[in-house]
């Protein structure tokens, strides 16, 4: 079954925030609304505002508040992939050329700052002092994880805690944040909040390590972009660091980007067939589905609605999905 599917019944309140999402980054300016545009109508699976809506059926929904909440978190998503394709020098994303790659860094770099300027202008129209806080700290903690990202480029000798640190505060942070602050919207009591942050960052987890492995076992046609582009762009993932355990493995690494700019699609190839030949990639989804029965056992506890029921069918997808 098809991720969408699992959540079909939301598809009316999806679409307005689709369409509240398309009139957040109207602008002035015809550059800055045709680049954002661009990048909406990309695609996606707006993972995150369908968190902030499942979260939200746990209590007494206010759909103005959630939507509000939704577009907000879906635009600062938007804006640190705008940030990402810079920073990476990504000429693909979604199989579309990116922001970067059609109008260069400068209106990239501006696009970005121009949605996430809208994401912030969007969440004032919330009077909650607590759920600015929330989010406030988040932002910082977001910013912190792509600095970290920049600073671990091609460090074949970080360990696996620092690349658990950065993946939570690169994806899984935002996915939590979705799901507490879907759950503030409807008044739920701060012990409910707290276990659907933990559903979040659980899921949010086990969706970056499944995106790492699919960079190596995935095509380049699903994938949208090359494959074992994380790696050529010199950031180290867990399934690189499980397969650098292998002596063979981490020699022929460590030799081939020795000079980081000059490898050659060749050796890229030649590196994602060694890495499948380790026991790296069978590693790394048994870490994914260890994230996956903690996000099952947060909802422990919660009634059988059709809310948790979803939140438990996105669950089984990750631990699945191809791409």
């Known amino acids: 079954m098809k991720l969408p599917k699992t959540y079909n019944y939301l598809k009316k309140d999806i679409d307005k925030i689709e369409s509240s999402l398309i009139d957040a980054i109207q602008a002035d300016h015809p550059i800055l609304r045709e680049a954002s545009t661009h990048l909406l109508k990309a695609g996606g699976k707006r993972i995150r505002p369908v968190f902030v809506l499942l979260s939200s059926q746990f209590g007494k929904i206010d759909i103005d508040q ?129 276990k659907l942050y933990q559903y979040g960052h659980y899921i949010g987890m086990s969706y970056q390590i499944i995106d790492d492995i699919l960079d190596f076992t995935s095509s380049s046609e699903e994938l949208g972009k090359p494959a074992g582009n994380d790696l050529y762009q010199g950031n180290i993932t867990l399934p690189v660091l499980f397969a650098m355990q292998d002596e063979q493995f981490n020699s022929l690494l460590r030799n081939t980007f020795e000079t980081p700019n000059d490898v050659t699609k060749e050796q890229m190839d030649e590196i994602i067939q060694a890495l499948k030949a380790t026991d790296a990639i069978e590693k790394s989804y048994i870490v994914s589905e260890r994230y996956l029965r903690k996000a099952f056992d947060a909802l422990k506890g919660f009634p059988n609605s059709k809310a948790k029921i979803t939140l438990e069918q996105i669950a089984k997808y990750i631990g699945k999905r191809k791409r």
């Open 66 to 194: 959630v939507i509000h909440v939704a577009v907000s978190l879906e635009l600062i998503h938007m804006a640190t992939l705008v940030h990402d394709d810079v920073i990476d020098d990504a000429e693909l994303r979604r199989g579309q050329p990116t922001i970067k790659k059609q109008y260069g860094n400068r209106v990239a770099m501006y696009t970005g700052d121009y949605i996430l300027a809208r994401a912030l202008e969007t969440i004032t129209k919330l009077e909650n002092p607590e759920l600015h806080k929330t989010l406030s700290e988040a932002l910082v903690e977001v910013s912190l994880g792509e600095i970290e990202q920049i600073r671990d480029k091609f460090n074949f000798d970080q360990d696996v805690r620092n690349y658990f640190r950065r993946i939570k505060r690169k994806t899984a942070l935002l996915i939590a944040l979705s799901c507490k602050l879907g759950a503030m919207t409807s008044g739920l009591s701060q012990k409910e909040i707290n």
